[in-house]
């Protein structure tokens, strides 16, 4: 008998994931997201430019499967890759709260 377990999602294999949004421009209009994934993914935007990312799914409430709050740019995001280690199919399952910041600003004298 064959031991199924070992390819079971959730016992072994389970890949998750933090990263941030980088586009929200889905030109399929499915809510995809390519996001750059931490640890994974280099920052360098030079080699890995942001076109190049893979789309990411959210997986979305049972009771309100078409109706959502979109994400925005910049924000943090955990998510799996439902293949595992293969990592070519990553979903999101949850925003991350974050501080947004902007550069200080410099004090004008009066």
């Not at 009771?63 to 943090?76: E, I, K, R």
């Not at 595992?84 to 501080?99: D, S």
Request: one cysteine or more; proline letters at 7%; aromatic letters at 14%.
């Amino acid at each position: 008998m064959i031991d199924s377990r070992n390819n079971f999602m959730g016992l072994n294999g389970f890949v998750w994931w933090v990263g941030v949004i980088e586009n929200v421009n889905d030109e399929l209009a499915v809510a995809r997201y390519q996001i750059r994934i931490h640890g994974w993914h280099t920052d360098n935007k030079s080699i890995l430019p942001t076109k190049d990312l893979q789309w990411a799914y959210p997986v979305l409430p049972i009771n309100c499967a078409n109706t959502f709050s979109a994400l925005s740019v910049g924000d943090w995001v955990i998510g799996f890759f439902m293949d595992g280690e293969n990592a070519q199919h990553p979903y999101i399952f949850g925003v991350m709260p974050y501080i947004k910041t902007s550069p200080t600003p410099v004090p004008t004298s009066t």
